[in-house]
């Protein structure tokens, strides 16, 4: 063995002998691992333990030991390597003296301390947090503390973890999330104070939020009561995109000289009827989503590079780099009155660390839904005239978010055509998500626009896939065997036929001239279905070309559908602002600012309202999962800044 020491210190003199050596001590350590293994079989005789057949003797400590025992005995290569990873210098622990005694009668023969078959627990927590080695376990311990603590595991599981040696304790959990929500704290008014010398601050979200808390035993001043307040976070510009952007379009006197132009600009509808150009990209989407339904459920196409392809042209699609966002701290104020706005718009300015004079100094882009922005612009109203700019707040640009946009649109079409499910002879919607095999009563849940939205494109998708089959002369029961191969000539013509008979406004005029009720209800059910989904895959892809699109559309659905009467009147000015009056640059940014993606990927866009109601989501669940009673301040003191943090542990 001298001589192998000795071969190995000359190999290893050189970088590429060292690696040489490392893998020839790793391989034969494999082989030798894979030479050891307890005995097979059964309990006694093996190691195997069955559940049926398991006695109280088996939790007992003697078992327990003699486990151990076996382990050592037959695995003694492993055993020794992990016992000298855990304590490489070999070091001697002292032991209590009745220990000590304790352990010489029941080793009368003077064992060496590793053929004592120990509790493997005790020795991974004695030796693990010894020496230099030991501030990385730490460091994991800390980290499994507050793992388990927004996991939600109970205060006596997370004792016996400390116990253990594999967590912290939950005090010390809590401690470093306080800390964690101080740094966070600090460093958002570090990056509201920077942003001072931006001519356009980061965009700030808000969302309301509503908790409530419940107390199974009341009492005097202890009772069940509803928690509103606001949460939100600040979305810091991309550093690319505002190196494509004039200055000097994004100040806040560019923002006021464009709305004084209001005053002389001739409004009409003309303004949000499509150009041709956009006519001809509205053509290619339909086309596209007739190739993704005769793709997916009929026929291949033998060369699709010839072919009509599956997803539309792109027009304006952002940047997927992951963006910089950062919490703000629970309020407790509610955004649902114009008083309640006031209230949030002061604890935002406290958590920005700014003074009122500097945050309404420059321009501040804000994201909400329809009810902020309602709120706000009554509280405005309440201060104006006022040239002071605290009071009149014209600093401040509210921008619909997208997702709560799609969410009531959808509703509104989803309602409109989902018929009357109790008359057999009404042929709405309804009657597709029975065919479906879906109950049509459930197909309209309060607050469920993710089962709509999904609804509204099976219906969709599952009429193109008729009309194809129509014009392909092919039965309902040949569907979802061997798809078709189709080549390239007939794959375009058939998708061709599709849209001139069914998705034109040709279509749908010679249909309501030929008295065919049914069919011109079906169209015109196509045609609405048709901007929900585009709107989906629009926002799913990032392009907020595609989307204004669909916001011009719906500019003009929105004033005869029933329950949009506000958005009748919002919408269209967004559109009106984002794509003709407000200078070039501050509409490219703020249409940039509509969609984020969380994760960096691309087509995994997010609208950034959305993703807030995600992290509302997460907090309502560490608020009734976390086993903190009613507690709603460890909520805006620990969770909400460290959201992140407790969300992806």
């Known amino acids: 063995m001298a001589l192998v020491e000795v071969i190995g210190h000359e190999i290893k003199k050189t970088p590429s002998g060292q690696e040489a050596w490392a893998t020839f001590i790793q391989q034969e350590a494999i082989k030798i691992l894979q030479s050891e293994e307890p005995p097979r079989g059964n309990y006694p ?156 601050r980061p965009t700030i979200c808000i969302e309301n939020i509503d908790m409530e808390e419940r107390v199974h035993q009341s009492s005097i001043g202890y009772r069940t009561h509803t928690f509103r307040g606001t949460w939100g976070y600040v979305h810091l510009p991309d550093q690319k995109l505002r190196a494509t952007l004039d200055p000097s379009e994004l100040t806040i006197s560019a923002y006021h000289q464009s709305l004084e132009q209001v005053e002389r600009m001739e409004l009409n509808p003309t303004m949000f009827l499509p150009t041709l150009p956009e006519q001809e990209h509205n053509k290619k989407v339909w086309k596209s989503q007739i190739a993704k339904v005769l793709k997916e459920q009929i026929a291949e196409s033998t060369d699709e590079a010839l072919s009509i392809p599956t997803s539309p042209p792109e027009i304006e699609v952002i940047s997927h780099a992951a963006p910089d966002l950062h919490m703000l701290k629970i309020m407790d104020a509610s955004e649902n009155s114009a008083e309640g706005i006031g209230q949030v718009f002061e604890s935002i300015i406290q958590q920005t660390g700014l003074t009122g004079d500097q945050f309404f100094a420059q321009l501040q882009p804000m994201d909400g839904n329809l009810a902020t922005i309602q709120n706000f612009k009554c509280l405005r109203n309440q201060r104006a005239p006022s040239s002071v700019p605290e009071y009149c707040m014209n600093n401040i640009v509210f921008q619909l978010g997208a997702s709560h946009t799609l969410w009531n649109i959808l509703s509104a079409i989803f309602s409109h055509h989902i018929g009357d499910p109790s008359n057999m002879l009404d042929c709405g919607a309804w009657q597709h998500l029975e065919a479906l095999g879906f109950a049509a009563h459930k197909a309209i849940q309060k607050k469920d626009f993710t089962l709509m939205v999904n609804q509204m494109e099976r219906i969709f998708e599952a009429l193109l896939c008729y009309c194809l089959m129509v014009k392909l002369d092919l039965n309902l029961g040949k569907l979802g065997e061997e798809q078709l191969k189709l080549p390239a000539n007939r794959w375009n013509s058939t998708v061709d036929e599709v849209y001139d008979s069914y998705c034109t406004s040709r279509a749908r005029r010679d249909a309501v001239k030929a008295k065919n009720t049914k069919l011109s209800n079906t169209l015109l059910l196509l045609h609405d279905f048709s901007t929900v989904v585009e709107a989906k895959q629009s926002m799913k892809a990032g392009d907020v070309g595609r989307l204004m699109l669909i916001w011009k559309k719906w500019s003009f659905m929105c004033q005869s559908l029933n329950g949009l009467t506000h958005y009748a009147t919002y919408l269209p000015r967004s559109v009106l602002l984002l794509d003709c009056i407000l200078p070039l640059s501050m509409r490219k940014y703020l249409q940039h600012n509509l969609l984020i993606s969380p994760s960096g990927r691309e087509d995994h866009f997010s609208p950034k309202d959305n993703w807030l109601k995600i992290q509302n989501y997460w907090l309502k669940h560490f608020f009734n999962k976390g086993r903190q009673g009613t507690q709603v301040e460890q909520l805006q003191n620990i969770y909400s800044l460290n959201i992140f943090t407790v969300s992806v542990s």
């Open 45 to 200: 005789v093996g190691s195997f333990h069955s559940s049926a057949s398991v006695n109280q003797d088996f939790f007992t400590l003697e078992e327990k030991e003699a486990h151990s025992t076996q382990l050592v005995k037959h695995m003694p290569f492993l055993y020794k390597t992990l016992m000298g990873i855990l304590n490489p210098n070999n070091m001697v622990f002292p032991v209590e003296p009745e220990e000590s005694s304790s352990s010489e009668n029941n080793n009368p023969e003077g064992a060496a301390r590793e053929d004592i078959p120990e509790d493997i627990a005790s020795i991974a927590y004695e030796d693990s947090h010894q020496g230099p080695e030991g501030h990385h376990r730490r460091l994991e311990t800390l980290h499994n503390a507050i793992r388990f603590f927004s996991c939600g595991i109970s205060e006596r599981v997370q004792e016996y973890m400390n116990y253990m040696g594999l967590s912290s304790s939950r005090s010390t959990a809590v401690s470093a999330l306080k800390t964690l929500a101080k740094e966070q704290s600090k460093k958002l008014k570090s990056i509201m104070a920077k942003s001072s010398n931006l001519l356009i």
